[in-house]
């Protein structure tokens, strides 16, 4: 069982930055990949930044070029760094692990947390 538990939400000025933090109770280098997920108010859960035990990653269309995930093994954590938000950018933050395993795949949610981007 891996327990991931997401830091760092706020309230922010449009323009503004904030970083997110995740924090994962196993060895994220075991991890297949860890990821980035976002739900605003009435709408879906969307896939923001995403990276893998290779260290590609991957983002949105939406998040290209204000936004960058990034981990660190020794502290078991992976980050969003988020840049230039906008009121759009509103939503529950969420982490998430995929551990692919012989019996299938393992994922693995955190409990969100809120950023605001407003003025």
């Known amino acids: 069982q891996v327990q991931l538990v997401e830091s760092g939400g706020g309230l922010v000025q449009p323009g503004g930055s904030l970083r997110l933090s995740c924090a994962a109770s196993?060895?994220?280098?075991?991890?297949?990949?860890m990821r980035w997920y976002r739900q605003a108010p009435g709408k879906q859960r969307d896939l923001v930044a995403s990276i893998i035990s290779s260290g590609s990653t991957n983002y949105a269309d939406s998040v290209k070029g204000r936004f960058t995930i990034s981990s660190d093994n020794a502290k078991n954590t992976v980050d969003l760094q988020m840049n230039s938000l906008i009121p759009e950018d509103t939503a529950v933050y969420y982490c998430n692990v995929l551990i692919v395993t012989p019996r299938g795949r393992d994922i693995y949610w955190g409990r969100g947390t809120q950023v605001t981007v407003s003025s």
């Open positions: 196993g060895s994220i280098s075991s991890f297949n990949a």
